[in-house]
């Protein structure tokens, strides 16, 4: 079978860009994240937001089922597994933020990452998911084929409360950095996004197509514990 890497996220279709330096930095200030912290990226593919995460100052790792990872990043902390199967590679309590992005949605049991997560982050952890949004994208949501698991805002919250995290936050998020700050303009793009067509090329798809962001803390005292 030929890497998911080479197909999906070949260079000629998806040129690398600065977006992930915006939103790095966009998610970065958003939740508080602090330089020296340990951030983990189970599935970050060819690394890009991880290694702006890095640049950012943070103590970066990643894990995909991708060879051809390994080979991309090198330079970086990566392990190469795959998640649904034997879970993270990691100790309890050894990781302060865990970061995935259009990720949790190619899991038959996305359930597992959250145990799995769960018992990987330190007491206090914060935990950040972005998985596209099924209700802006149910009409081409299965374009990707490995895609498994759709999710709502209402589902995205109660998989995290469910399996353990609190301050549950989930928000809808266009991915145009001019929007990230502008509630006003968000609103505009509301009002036009029905009128995008379906399949749109270019940066005009993101006024259609939303992302979901849901984040959580591991609890500082688990349940049972002294």
């Not at 508080?32 to 189970?42: C, D, F, H, R, S």
Request: charged share 25%; with cysteine.
């Amino acid at each position: 079978m030929n890497d998911y890497l080479n197909i999906v996220y070949d260079e000629k279709l998806r040129p690398y860009t600065d977006y992930p330096a915006k939103l790095t930095q966009f998610l970065f200030e958003k939740f508080n994240m602090q330089a020296g912290q340990i951030l983990l990226e189970p599935g970050c593919g060819r690394g890009e937001v991880l290694r702006c995460f890095k640049d950012l100052g943070m103590s970066v790792k990643g894990c995909d089922i991708s060879l051809e990872t390994a080979v991309l990043l090198q330079d970086l902390e990566i392990e190469i597994c795959d998640l649904e199967d034997s879970g993270l590679p990691y100790l309890d309590n050894s990781i302060d933020v865990i970061y995935t992005k259009s990720f949790l949605e190619h899991f038959y049991y996305p359930e597992r990452l959250l145990k799995e997560a769960l018992r990987v982050l330190k007491p206090g952890g914060l935990i950040v998911n972005m998985v596209p949004d099924w209700e802006s994208n149910y009409r081409k949501y299965y374009d990707d084929y490995t895609h498994r698991t759709p999710f709502t805002s209402i589902s995205l919250r109660h998989i995290h409360l469910i399996h353990g995290f609190e301050h549950v936050t989930v928000e809808k998020f266009r991915q145009l950095p001019f929007l990230f700050h502008s509630p006003f303009l968000n609103s505009l793009c509301s009002l036009i996004a029905p009128f995008v067509p379906l399949r749109a090329k270019g940066k005009i798809r993101w006024v259609r197509e939303l992302m979901l962001i849901g984040a959580g803390r591991k609890p500082l005292k688990q349940v049972g514990t002294v």
